[in-house]
């Protein structure tokens, strides 16, 4: 019994320190573990520092050079190049020609991206500038797109209503991961242009470009050797990403072929950041137009720098479909409201409209002489030269000659082109646009004479690209000034035009950040300078839009009218402080204009 109980205590000590062994050792492992990793903490941290350094020292000797550059490089000088010269005009319109000396500033190209001169304004530049490769961010069209799935649109109405289509057919076709087949442009609107998409832009050049976003083909392929019936459908104004994925890829994904018809705003103002830049590399980057369209844009550009260093653009937009379009009447009895009612009724959802109304609420072109005294009086001198862009004017020389009489210097495509060299394009509007487009973007001001298509497609192209201005009349205030204007001197009238203009001069920071029609004000794609910030990083806006975007569902999956052009919208501006005074001009030349 005693043998028995030593044997079991010698089993129980054997045992105790076989496992005192095993902590011992499991410790020595555990601080041999520690060590190391402490080991490589070090080696990793001295690896940071120094890469840290680096790149401190890099970014010192960047401040240093750009600080040199600030001291040494000489101040930008003003032009007054636009200003009206009258002698007796110098003294009295001094204050105000400094103020305008901001907005006419000449832009300059710094590796195509125009940058203005003025060191007043905030520079503003495209987001690309900074992601070079941004097409890294976004996964390959090839990897995310799903077979047998694809997109056709057919567009609708004129060129910049057709771009606006393009646009965000490519948007949509990202959304479904979807094969988006080269959109079709409207042949059958009241421009009757036959052009294809690929003879007015380079279709090659936009499939490559997106091919990191969007799987892009020329035609939609055969299924098994048959062709693939697809299914017409229209999706209502503003529909949103859930919008699309609700409505059309069900259909989509039963059908595999889709193609939605009169395709023009159909895509929502508002999207995720992302959705939004994508935007704006197919507007600014992938849509580019056919060489021979760049050939001779690039000619007519080149001719009005040789009668001017710089010069206005005006889209003038008093075309008789605009003006039926918009219900307005310019007082030319029942032959004018004959004319024009004849051609409204191609929109059948068009109501009734009241001209007196519609004119007060500004929503009507200003006739082409408004337009020019507007410019005359916002201090433009008869010496500038000015570029029209237009198709056929409603009673063609009648209403032009007061426009001639203010600014002689009067040119068109027509007139700066011969005829053989317009002959390729002549016979279809949207390559004719397509020329105007160009000028007018190259123009050191552009002036559009209402809210439509080309005016916004343009006016967000001039801030993306570095900012030059783009001035709106202010037609709900300007309306009863030129009922009135042979009522007071010539003094009165053109302080009053630049106290209303105040706000519609194009000014960098006119327009709050996510209001009005993004390709107008692609805010998402642009970077301030001062740090870099885009307006989505600003807390306040961002609130801001968050409440303004909250629609429910329900809301959005409500059918909506059907209509062939879009409306025009109001947009939103930054309230402006009226200067304390207007300082006012003298304009014998345009003084007759009151006495009529």
């Known amino acids: 019994m005693l043998m028995l109980k030593n044997l079991k205590q010698l089993i129980f000590s054997v045992e105790m320190k076989k496992k005192k062994r095993e902590r011992n050792n499991n410790n020595i492992l555990l601080q041999?573990?520690?060590?190391?990793?402490?080991?490589?903490?070090?080696?990793?941290?001295?690896?940071?520092?120094?890469?840290?350094?680096?790149?401190?020292?890099v970014s010192g000797c960047l401040l240093l050079l750009l600080f040199a550059f600030s001291v040494f490089t000489p101040p930008p000088t003003a032009t007054d190049h636009f200003l009206s010269h009258h002698p007796s005009a110098v003294k009295k319109t001094e204050v105000v020609e400094s103020n305008f000396d901001m907005v006419l500033q000449v832009p300059v190209v710094i590796?195509?991206?125009?940058?203005?001169?003025?060191?007043?304004?905030?520079?503003?530049?495209?987001?690309?500038a900074f992601n070079v490769n941004y097409a890294v961010y976004v996964s390959a069209a090839d990897m995310k797109t799903h077979p047998n799935r694809y997109l056709m649109i057919a567009t609708s109405g004129g060129l910049n209503q057709q771009r606006t289509g393009i646009i965000d057919a490519v948007v949509?076709?990202?959304?479904?991961?979807?094969?988006?087949?080269?959109?079709?442009?409207?042949?059958?609107?009241?421009?009757?242009?036959?052009?294809?998409?690929?003879?007015?832009f380079n279709v090659d050049w936009f499939?490559?470009?997106?091919?990191?976003?969007?799987?892009?083909?020329?035609?939609?392929?055969?299924?098994?050797?048959?062709a693939w019936i697809p299914r017409s459908?229209?999706?209502p104004r503003k529909c949103n990403s859930k919008c699309y994925q609700i409505r059309v890829l069900p259909v989509l994904n039963k059908k595999h072929a889709v193609v939605l018809t009169k395709f023009d705003y159909r895509l929502s103002n508002r999207l995720e950041t992302d959705l939004q830049k994508l935007r704006c590399r197919v507007n600014y980057q992938a849509l580019r137009f056919t060489d021979s369209i760049l050939e001779l844009g690039k000619i007519l550009v080149e001719r009005m720098r040789m009668k001017a260093k710089q010069f206005i653009a005006l889209h003038l937009r008093f075309e008789p479909d605009m003006l039926a379009f918009s219900g307005c009447y310019y007082g030319g009895g029942e032959k004018e409201r004959g004319e024009l009612g004849g051609i409204r009724k191609r929109w059948k959802t068009l109501h009734v409209?009241?001209?007196?109304?519609?004119?007060?609420?500004?929503?009507?072109?200003?006739?082409p002489e408004e337009v020019g005294l507007m410019l005359r009086a916002l201090g433009f001198g008869s010496d500038v030269h000015i570029y029209v862009?237009?198709?056929e004017v409603y009673r063609g020389e009648e209403t032009l000659a007061p426009l001639k009489a203010l600014f002689p210097n009067f040119h068109s495509k027509e007139t700066i082109a011969t005829k053989e060299e317009l002959a390729p394009f002549s016979s279809f509007s949207g390559r004719m646009a397509a020329l105007d487009y160009i000028v007018c973007d190259e123009s050191d001001v552009f002036v559009t004479n209402n809210n439509g298509n080309m005016a916004r497609i343009l006016a967000g192209r001039r801030r993306y690209f570095g900012h030059k201005p783009t001035i709106r009349p202010n037609a709900k205030k300007l309306y009863k000034l030129f009922l009135d204007r042979n009522n007071m001197t010539w003094d009165e009238f053109a302080s009053k035009v630049r106290t209303y203009q105040i706000?519609?001069?194009?000014?960098?920071?006119?327009v709050k950040p996510g209001k009005g029609e993004f390709h107008e004000n692609p805010d998402s794609c642009i970077c301030q300078a001062n740090g870099l910030k885009t307006p989505q990083e600003d807390d306040e806006n961002s609130k801001e839009r968050r409440e303004g975007a909250e629609v429910s569902d329900e809301q959005q999956q409500q059918p909506q009218p059907l209509e062939e052009d879009p409306d025009w919208t109001d947009i939103f501006y930054l309230d402006k402080e009226l200067p304390d005074v207007i300082t006012k001009q003298e304009h014998p030349e345009v003084e007759g204009f009151f006495s009529d």
């Open 389 to 391: 862009a237009s198709g």
């Open 32 to 57: 041999a573990s520690n060590e190391l990793f402490i080991g490589l903490n070090v080696i990793l941290w001295r690896k940071r520092h120094r890469l840290f350094s680096l790149i401190s020292a």
């Open 172 to 200: 949509v076709a990202y959304i479904l991961n979807a094969t988006l087949v080269i959109p079709k442009l409207d042949q059958h609107s009241y421009w009757k242009d036959t052009s294809g998409f690929a003879e007015i």
């Open 111 to 128: 590796y195509g991206v125009r940058a203005n001169q003025s060191s007043t304004m905030d520079a503003a530049m495209p987001l690309r």
């Open 233 to 235: 459908m229209r999706v």
């Open 353 to 367: 409209s009241n001209p007196e109304k519609v004119r007060r609420h500004g929503r009507c072109p200003l006739t």
């Open 207 to 226: 499939i490559s470009s997106l091919s990191r976003d969007v799987e892009i083909i020329k035609e939609l392929p055969r299924n098994e050797g048959k």
């Open 503 to 510: 706000g519609f001069m194009g000014e960098p920071k006119e």
